[in-house]
């Protein structure tokens, strides 16, 4: 494990990287608008789960290929924008429909799993783990595997109480709205085109963090 020193400069930088806002944590503005509080914490533990399939990449692998490939990185960048487009047009084309009973708990499993994606199919996650984490491993003071599998995991549960938060309370807006039926719909329709947007922003975007 790290030392004292090291470790709290590590967790300086985690919380100050939880905080900033970047795509992931607009990702769950947009689900807990459009969808409440309920969807937004769902698509939050979804990107958490998405976040350590990430941790466990980079100390096995995989990820490293994403760091040394143009196509690669390519690829997985274009389908994981891709993939927040489609979700986005499909939130706007169905702002009308209301959800028949017993519709929620798919909802609910459909959040989740959309978070996940949305999460494993962004590459800068995994660059970023791969460039951030590493720095705080001390060889000789335990497992590097366990350090880097401590540390990100870490990271991703910081990033995840960020996210919570923002659901907590956008969800708290949205519920509100509900009570509106025009509203409601105005309101689909701006978080898929807020969803479509950062689709466009994740394929156009450099090499930079995004979670």
């Not at 690669?72 to 429909?97: D, P, Q, S």
Request: charged fraction near 10%; include cysteine; glycine fraction near 14%.
């Amino acid at each position: 494990m790290p030392d004292a020193t090291q470790f709290g400069l590590f967790l300086a930088a985690a919380i100050l990287l939880a905080i900033t806002p970047g795509p992931g944590l607009f990702y769950v503005l947009a689900r807990s608008l459009a969808g409440g509080r309920r969807e937004g914490s769902l698509s939050s533990l979804g990107t958490f789960v998405g976040g350590l399939v990430h941790v466990v990449a980079a100390t096995t692998g995989p990820s490293a290929l994403l760091a040394t490939s143009a196509l690669a990185f390519g690829v997985v960048k274009y389908a994981g924008a891709a993939y927040l487009i489609y979700l986005g047009v499909r939130m706007i084309r169905t702002r009308n429909v209301a959800m028949p009973i017993g519709a929620e708990k798919r909802a609910a499993g459909s959040s989740f799993r959309q978070g996940i994606w949305t999460e494993v199919l962004n590459p800068k996650t995994a660059l970023f783990f791969l460039a951030f984490v590493p720095q705080f491993v001390v060889p000789g003071r335990g497992s590097v595997f366990g350090q880097f599998v401590l540390l990100g995991g870490l990271s991703v549960a910081l990033n995840t109480s960020a996210d919570l938060i923002v659901a907590t309370f956008a969800g708290a807006i949205s519920e509100r709205l509900k009570r509106n039926p025009r509203l409601q719909v105005k309101q689909r329709v701006v978080a898929g085109f807020g969803m479509i947007g950062l689709g466009v922003y994740v394929g156009c975007s450099g090499s930079g963090r995004t979670d």
